[in-house]
Nanobody, 123 residues
């Protein structure tokens, strides 16, 4: 059974940083385009980091460029999302997905998902 477990969320002040982790079990993480999404109350779940493992690049939405960075440690089967200069509008539940792809400029996740980790940015 494939499982993804996010961690690292919490309450942070505006301008602060968090590093989220996504631990994968039951699948070879280094063969997957593991991506990150977020969902704020009343809104759709949207991609914030969508890797293209063949090209070696990652798509980020404009609001995340320069602030969010995805990385991975395959030896630990873990994907990370480093988030800097956090803003109140970054408040959401953050999820990782086992596979991602870009379709018409939209980052889509499929396969297994984690249960999410809450990020709250507030003073």
């Amino acid at each position: 059974e494939v499982q993804l477990v996010e961690s690292g969320g919490g309450l942070v002040q505006p301008g602060g940083s968090l590093r989220l982790s996504c631990k994968i079990s039951g699948a070879d993480a280094d063969e997957r385009a593991i991506g990150w999404f977020r969902q704020a109350p009343g809104e759709d779940r949207l991609g914030v980091a969508c890797p293209d493992i063949r090209a070696g690049t990652t798509w980020y939405p404009d609001h995340a460029k320069g602030r969010f960075t995805i990385s991975s440690d395959n030896s630990k089967s873990t994907s990370y999302l480093q988030m800097n200069d956090l803003k109140p509008q970054d408040t959401a539940v953050y999820y990782c997905a086992l596979e991602t792809t870009m379709v018409a400029g939209v980052c889509l996740g499929f396969g297994s998902w984690g249960r999410g980790t809450q990020v709250t940015v507030s003073s």
